[in-house]
Structures are given as C-alpha cells and as structure tokens.
T-cell receptor
Framework: KAGVTQTPRYLIKTRGQQVTLSCSPI?????VSWYQQTPGQGLQFLFE???????NKGNFPGRFSGRQFSNSRSEMNVSTLELGDSALYLC???????????FGPGTRLTVT | SQQGEEDPQALSIQEGENATMNCSYK?????LQWYRQNSGRGLVHLIL?????REKHSGRLRVTLDTSKKSSSLLITASRAADTASYFC???????????FGGGTRLMVKP
C-alpha cells in the first residue's frame, strides 16, 4: 500500500498570507490527524477528522482549520500567517480509533 | 502542554550496546505508542501498547508499561548506527487519535 502523502513538501509564505496543506491517507484509512512540530513546542495535536467530521481539536487559534473529503483526503488551512506558524506540519492516518498512526513526510512551512 | 516527558533527552552509545529510554505521563491512558523520527522527517510507528498490557516486543524493541507509575520504557537491543534518531512516546488518553507527545530522546549510535 502507498503511504501517507503530503503536498507540498516545502512552502515559503509571507506574514498575513494564508496557506493550504494537503494530505492523502493510506487507502482504507478513514481517520486523518494533523500535528505541528516546532523546536520550542515540540509535537502538538491540531485536529482529527473521521468520515468528514472533526472529532478532536487541539489548543490552536481559529486561524487553523481543516476539512476532510469523502475520499478521506484532508486539507488544513492557516489564515493570516504569523512568524510563529513556521513549523513542520505532519499528517497521520489511522484505520480506526486507538490504533497506530502512520505519518506522512510532512510539509515544512516557513513564514517570513 | 506535553503530557509525556522523556528521559534522557539525549543518549550516546556504541554500536552493539543496548539503549533504554523512559517516558512518564500524567493522566490515565488508553494506550501508549513509541515513534521514531529521523532528522526532521515524518514519524515512524514502532510499537503500541495498550493500558491492560505490561510488555510488548517487536524485533529488537521491547516496551514496558507500568500504569501504576504512569511510565513506560523502550529498550533497543544490539543497537546499530541506523538506529540514530529521535524517539518519542505518545499517549492516547481519550480513546481517540489525539496523541500527546513527549519531548523526545535523541539517540546517537556511534559505529
């Protein structure tokens, strides 16, 4: 099976802009989770989608949003970018609740 | 805030030696998972251990879980240079897929 794919892999944006990141889960996986990784805060959970519904949400401002499509592909959007949003954004898919998560390679976002 | 704390933060050993990493967490969990990350890339799942399990093995990896002490350990036996990576524990406390990660242990295995 193909693994989790994320696009784009690298992105440079300017403060105030918005960005959309995409994630394609492993075939058959209906749960998609997003995480942010920074040197200062480490790995932090953003949100999780299952069957197009957001099931869990982490402690991030409303500028961070996401959605999931009927084919389980997911997108996350960050509006009004701030310098502190520079991070590695990781997407993970899972077969079901409380199962292991399979991570994609990540999208490295740099905000200047 | 991070639920898990890993110890040590960094570990340097010679090839062939064993490496032990510890993880402590704060609240009751459904399961605990260990992941490996190579140099800013995606995470690779290693082992998932459920709250009613005490020990699991996978190849050269052995994970233990002590729910009374809220702690887990990951043992890598006969380490190899290719094991050089950061290792993270992650807890699932709400029976969902909302993982809370520790700060990680950076392991360096010298050839």
């Amino acid at each position: 099976k193909a693994g989790v794919t994320q696009t784009p892999r690298y992105l440079i944006k300017t403060r105030g802009q918005q960005v959309t990141l995409s994630c394609s889960p492993i075939s058959g996986h209906r749960s998609v989770s997003w995480y942010q990784q920074t040197p200062g805060q480490g790995l932090q959970f953003l949100f999780e989608y299952f069957s197009e519904t957001q099931r869990n949400k982490g402690n991030f401002p409303g500028r961070f949003s996401g959605r999931q499509f009927s084919n389980s592909r997911s997108e996350m959007n960050v509006s009004t970018l701030e310098l502190g949003d520079s991070a590695l954004y990781l997407c993970a898919s899972s077969l079901a609740r409380s199962y292991e998560q399979y991570f994609g390679p990540g999208t490295r976002l740099t905000v200047t | 805030s991070q639920q898990g704390e890993e110890d040590p933060q960094a570990l340097s050993i010679q090839e062939g030696e064993n490496a032990t990493m510890n993880c402590s967490y704060k609240t009751s969990i459904n399961n605990l998972q260990w992941y490996r990350q190579n140099s800013g890339r995606g995470l690779v799942h290693l082992i998932l251990i459920r709250s009613n399990e005490r020990e699991k093995h996978s190849g050269r990896l052995r994970v233990t879980l002590d729910t009374s002490k809220k702690s887990s350990s990951l043992l890598i036996t006969a380490s190899r240079a290719a094991d050089t990576a950061s290792y993270f524990c992650a807890t699932d406390y709400n029976a969902g897929n909302m993982l809370t990660f520790g700060g990680g242990t950076r392991l360096m295995v010298k050839p």
